[in-house]
């Protein structure tokens, strides 16, 4: 009988190899690291969203992908818009912003 040891440790390696693509990121998929940097932001955002008097977060929705937030909802004016866009922009970690937002 071989010493099966050899194959034994190839086949455990070759499975852990194959384990971890899976949460390797691809162009529409995000790896689990950069999901909890998203949420992370989006976090951030919708905080810093919060602590403006000017804003209703409730009105404001946020979605982060890659670092790139997209801001949707109705609000009640353009200085709403334009203000809702330049806190998220002001974030750690968010590289840039997509205004979704309509004036109800």
Known sequence: MRNSAPYIAAFFFSLSLLSTQGCAPTQKQEGTGEYFDDT????????????????SSAEINVETFKGAVQL???????????KAT???SKVTGVKSVKNDMRLK
Do not use: D, N, W, Y
């Open 40 to 55: 992370v932001i989006t976090t951030k955002v919708k905080a810093a969203i919060l602590h403006e008097p000017m804003l």
């Open 72 to 82: 949707s909802g109705f609000v009640s004016s353009r200085e709403s818009i334009k």
């Open 86 to 88: 330049e806190v998220a």
